[in-house]
């Protein structure tokens, strides 16, 4: 919360605009996107331009009213105009019409450095940033430890307000902030943030690399307590992982604790598949009757699209706990509650993020793309986690002198070490 007035203020002229999310800043993963696997090749047509609720761009109506915009700016636009860029932000209006923070449209440039960025190695300054649901300021979740981000001095729960010459408002995408952030290694940037505790704006330049961030890692702790972290769910996560719980096994564990907090989500089926990795496959749910149901999607006519099942034979026979926290957001949210629902772990932590619908990004056929929301998902016990989020069942705040570590050891770890108290 910014408590100093005249900070307040500035924050307050630069988010005005509405009070309308977390990315990797270099990967740019969309927070929890719940991104699914499928990559839609789009047919456009004057039918696929109207949409459901009427609203038709080939309308006279609108054709007028476009053309006496255009009149203005012809006649009377100071500065030379880019038809490219009108061009461009005109499909950006269509999607940003949708009033939907997770539904955007990509240029060609964008759509394929994002289809890059999945693939655990990409170039940034190594943080992962979230847009606050309540306030619509951008903050930064954790910097990559070891990352520019973290050597030029950024720390959790930064809120960032200008990144170079750009000035933030809340109507602002997270994508579009993240595209201002990124950029070729070797270049710089500078990021102007706001920290609670110091009584002026902090600006770093820092200077983007080279960033890898294996999405997975494990480790044997006191006791036999087996300790995986997944940080988000690439294409290549399930394989990490179950190598991961392999390992933990042959080593004897005697429990395993998941860490998934500040995890921004990430494809649906990599999700399904590390779960189902857990599961028995004929293991029902509370308030379900279908054997090994991980996860189902439904469409805004309450059809169901989906149903994600445990089909691999495999389950791990073991207590486990998951650590959640606010920053944990879509597939960590799957992950988290089918757990829950299976009776398979006990959660540790804080109300994770509450972002519960999937997107599925659509390639257009000039190689530009649009990534639109079209399903909501439930957990096997029938559970909606949108806007609601996972509750734990051991709720423990992260220590406050904690709360601005980049790395934190578990020792003094109180979240990680109440899971493990759980596990005895």
Request: aromatic share 8%; net charge negative; proline share 3%.
């Amino acid at each position: 919360m910014i408590k100093d007035t005249r900070l307040r203020r500035r924050i307050a002229r630069m988010f005005c605009v509405t009070l309308s999310g977390v990315v990797m800043l270099g990967a740019f993963t969309s927070c929890g996107s719940g991104k699914q696997d499928k990559k839609v090749e789009a047919e456009t047509s004057k039918e696929s331009a109207k949409d459901s609720d009427g609203f038709d761009p080939s309308s006279s109506e609108v054709k007028k009213k476009t053309e006496e915009i255009e009149k203005y700016i012809d006649e009377l636009y100071y500065f030379d105009t880019d038809e490219e860029k009108q061009e461009e932000s005109y499909y950006e209006g269509l999607m940003e019409g949708l009033d939907d923070i997770y539904s955007t449209y990509y240029t060609k440039e964008q759509y394929e450095e994002m289809m890059e960025d999945d693939s655990g190695e990409f170039e940034g300054i190594g943080a992962t940033v979230s847009k606050n649901q309540e306030d619509g300021t951008i903050y930064v979740v954790k910097p990559i430890p070891g990352s520019p981000a973290e050597k030029a001095g950024l720390l959790p729960g930064d809120v960032i307000v200008k990144v170079g010459d750009l000035e933030l408002t809340t109507d602002m995408e997270l994508d579009y902030v993240v595209k201002h952030i990124r950029g070729e290694k070797g270049t710089s940037v500078d990021i102007e943030v706001y920290r609670e505790e110091e009584p002026d704006f902090l600006t770093f330049t820092i200077t983007r690399d080279t960033i890898t961030n294996p999405s997975v890692a494990h480790e044997m702790l006191d006791d036999k307590i087996g300790y995986i972290q997944v940080e988000q769910f690439n294409e290549n996560t399930p394989k990490l992982f179950k190598d991961a719980v392999d390992d933990l096994q042959k080593q004897d564990a005697k429990a395993i604790v998941f860490d998934l907090r500040n995890n921004p989500g990430g494809y649906v089926t990599s999700v399904t598949e590390m779960l189902d990795y857990l599961i028995e496959d004929d293991l029902v749910a509370d308030g379900n009757d279908t054997p090994g149901l991980l996860l189902e999607t439904r469409d805004k006519n309450e059809d169901v699209l989906e149903q994600y099942k445990c089909s691999d034979g495999h389950s791990v026979d073991l207590p486990m706990a998951v650590v959640v926290n606010g920053n944990s957001a879509s597939a960590a949210e799957i992950f988290t509650g089918t757990l829950k629902d299976y009776d398979k772990a006990t959660i540790v932590g804080t109300t994770t993020y509450g972002k519960g619908i999937v997107q599925s990004v659509i390639k257009l056929k000039d190689g530009s793309a649009i990534k639109l929301t079209i399903a909501q998902y439930f957990t096997p016990s029938g559970n909606t986690v949108h806007k609601v989020g996972i509750e734990p069942d051991v709720e423990v705040e992260l220590d406050e002198e904690l709360k601005k570590k980049v790395t934190i050891e578990h020792e003094e770890d109180n979240q990680l070490q109440e899971a493990i108290k759980q596990l005895d």
